[in-house]
């Protein structure tokens, strides 16, 4: 998913790293219209595609560098839905409480139009069994996906 002033499906659910790993390669900001944060859509939209999936454990990694926008939903819709599909969602936060400039992990230096918000991010996790992580650089942010990947091991064929 990728959300700005929309949320935007760009990839089925799949197990295929590689696979995701080109497509966010491919990513430029500004493919969707940065002028706002629809965290909460977007993460309605990823909860909306995990609906008919029979994994055993079913996770969101929610990253972000802001706020809702105003006119987002009401995050506990999200949370309700999470909750009814046992999703677990993993937060991670990047830029600075004080917004301004930031050193974003796959953008690079990046001007943030709003303060990260910790408190609605930790919430989130905290409410659906997951965790919240702050990135402040690539290789945090390298270090973060490696401990969720050792925090959801499932295997498959």
Known sequence: M??????VSRCPLTLDKKMLEQMIGEYQLGMINPEGTMIIRGLVMAINRMRKSEAKSKIIILLTDGEPTPGDLDIRVALQMAEKQNIKIYTIGIGS???????HPIFGIQQARAPLNKNLL???ASAT????FQAKDPASLKAI???IDQ?????YE
């Open 97 to 103: 409480d004080q917004g301004g400039y930031y050193e």
């Open 122 to 124: 930790q919430t989130i």
């Open 151 to 155: 925090l959801e091991k499932t295997s």
């Open 145 to 147: 996906y490696n401990m």
């Open 2 to 7: 990728l959300f700005g002033n929309e949320a």
């Open 129 to 132: 069994g997951g965790k919240f």
